[in-house]
């Protein structure tokens, strides 16, 4: 097997982008055999949380280079010539949003500080039985029921606000991944096994410049769509999780604030709102 030899970042999306390099391909990389993805994870500015992004870049390289080469009359006819192979209209490209794998880190923070105030809360209501053994309601301060309460309203707000947010999210990203689900991969892995011998056999002037790895372009066109497709549902299944967690705690917050709005303690009426 053939290793790609590992030169420096802007190489390495050039050579993906001209077809030189095929992702799937291992490189040699510092003295070490290494793949493709967990090369740009070595790199202490990339990580699960944005590896989207570079994906996204790497993808409209490709595009761009494929949108180059369609110009071509020759490329041209043997696109619409395969096309005419599966006798229907074949879409490769789709426009995709990427806005909506950003929130990812914004809500693992979020549900972090709102997991905490729920256990201070938590905590508080189980300090405040012991508490009540001395003190009366009013002497309480922080562990009075209306305070509480405040506390827990002002939190299961930001929860459900929270949750609304998840939920946008998740709609904008199975749209986006519908997108690509109409991106017909079939048909570009059939160009991916188009060599260039093939389009000139469509320039009998002579007279187009096709790059001579075409084929790989197309075929790491493919394998970056998976992979995206791959990032998008990745993203999915960690709001799902997150969307979880909060909902647990919103419950119990529901739970919580229900206890407090029944106990008025010491006859004491409170207005809640």
Known sequence: MSYYEYKNYDDLLNDISSGSYIVNQPMNSNGKQISFLNKLLEFSNIDQDNLHKIIQDIL????????LEKKKDS?????????????????????????????KCKYKTQAQKYEDLSSQIEQKMSEKGVFSK??????????????????????????????K???NDLIKINDEIQKIENIDLSFILDLSLKH????????????????????????????IISLLKKQYNH?????????????????????TIKQLRINKGNNQTFEFF
């Open 235 to 255: 993203t999915r299944m960690i709001l799902l999780e997150i969307k979880m967690k909060m909902s647990e705690k919103c419950n119990f917050m529901k739970d």
């Open 60 to 67: 409209n390289r490709i595009k761009h280079s494929i949108l």
């Open 196 to 223: 260039i011998e093939l389009y000139k056999c469509f320039d009998k002037e002579n007279k187009d410049t096709i790059n001579e790895k075409i084929n790989n372009i197309f075929l790491n066109y493919a394998l």
């Open 134 to 163: 001395f003190l009366k309601e009013e002497d309480m301060e922080d562990y009075s029921n209306l305070e509480l309460f405040n506390l827990g309203d002002e939190s299961l707000r930001s929860c459900e606000n929270l949750l």
């Open 75 to 103: 490329v041209k006819n043997l696109l619409k010539h395969v096309e005419g192979e599966w006798d229907e209209n074949k879409t490769i490209f789709s426009d995709n949003d990427f806005n909506c794998m950003n929130q």
């Open 165 to 167: 947010e998840i939920d």
